[in-house]
């Protein structure tokens, strides 16, 4: 039995923890980030972290994209960055007289877009494809992306000069918003004493881009039973039917819901996901998905709050029974 085909719960468990401690190496008490991190990418997802500056955004996606021998690809967002730069474009050949196609830096398994905000929405948007079919369009003809494929996107929600807000059906596309805060007092004064915080330079991979397919294609024999379903559906439409929600629960939301739920259950060790997989992911999965109307105080603490209270609100299913109330 190899990491690469795992045929165990077990199995899947030692790579995804090797993965997470290797991140761990450079990216010091942040362990529960981490965690979602890996299920976000094991999920097939994509991940948004969204936090001031200079608290490790960029250290989280090279330490994950170090961690596994696969291809990474980085994108500095800027104002005057083009589509063309993001996915690459049609070259003349002189030689032959015919167009040659150079892909872009969006062709790797890992893509960092670094402070993603700070493009145009045209070059924002160049992105959509990818995420959502893993494929771009270039000049009429369609390039499959390698596969895993994973975006890790940051942006600062402080700073609003010169930013461009991701539109809902951008953000919809990212599996999890995450947000690292500041350090702990103990943490801090290791990398104070260390002197190089963040530095990713000596991290070797612990997996392969294989390893990660083969855990996804893992992941989603995971068995979601009728009632676990029927609570995830149930969510959604109590969201979508809930005036305090200017904008619910998507299609697209709940199933990634499930996916990641399967994901944090394999890696536990189980074959079976729980109300209790669901409940752990979903704030990273939801929250920036949803929108809080604004009779009901708008803002992400508010959201934060109303999906609390929707989870709390609606009946969870019981250990090989029907759904029942109460957590």
């Known amino acids: 039995m190899t990491a690469t085909e795992p045929?165990?719960?077990r199995t899947f468990a030692?790579?995804?923890?090797g993965i997470r401690r290797n991140v761990a190496r450079v990216l010091r008490g942040k362990d529960d980030t981490i965690d979602l991190a890996v299920t976000?990418?094991?999920?097939?997802?994509?991940?948004?972290?969204?936090d001031v500056?200079?608290?490790?955004?960029?250290?989280?996606a090279k330490a994950l994209a170090q961690s596994i021998a696969a291809r990474f690809g980085r994108v500095q967002f800027t104002p005057d960055l083009l589509p063309s730069d993001v996915l690459g474009a049609s070259v003349w050949n002189q030689r032959d007289g015919t167009f040659e196609f150079r892909p872009g830096p969006v062709f790797a398994n890992l893509l960092l877009g670094d402070e993603i905000n700070r493009a145009s929405p045209k070059t924002q948007s160049a992105l959509l494809e990818a995420m959502a079919e893993e494929q771009v369009t270039v000049d009429g003809t369609s390039y499959q992306l390698a596969r895993p494929f994973m975006v890790v996107a940051t942006q600062n929600p402080v700073e609003h000069h010169g930013t461009f807000p991701l539109?809902?059906?951008q953000l919809d596309r990212f599996t999890m918003r995450l947000s690292l805060g500041y350090p702990g007092r103990d943490e801090e004064l290791q990398l104070l004493r260390g002197g190089r915080a963040g530095d990713t330079s000596d991290l070797q991979p612990v997996a392969t881009a294989q390893d990660v397919a083969a855990m996804t294609r893992h992941a989603a024999t995971i068995h979601v039973s009728d009632p676990l379903a029927a609570y995830v559906a149930d969510l959604a439409?109590?969201?979508?039917?809930?005036?305090r929600f200017a904008l619910g629960i998507s299609p697209r939301a709940a199933l990634a819901?499930?996916?990641?739920?399967q994901v944090r259950a394999a890696a536990a060790g189980r074959d079976f996901a729980t109300a209790d997989d669901v409940k752990?992911?979903?704030?990273?999965?939801?929250?920036h998905r949803v929108v809080a109307a604004s009779r009901s105080g708008g803002g992400p603490h508010r959201t934060a709050e109303l999906l609390d209270e929707l989870l709390g609100a609606t009946p969870v299913p019981m250990a090989g029974g029907p759904t029942a109330a109460g957590s």
């Open 237 to 243: 439409d109590r969201s979508r039917n809930d005036g």
């Open 40 to 50: 976000c990418l094991v999920a097939g997802g994509h991940l948004l972290v969204e």
């Open 7 to 9: 045929s165990t719960s």
């Open 167 to 169: 539109p809902e059906s």
């Open 257 to 261: 819901l499930v996916r990641c739920a």
């Open 280 to 287: 752990a992911l979903a704030q990273p999965v939801l929250s």
């Open 14 to 17: 030692s790579v995804f923890d």
């Open 53 to 60: 500056p200079g608290v490790g955004k960029t250290t989280l």
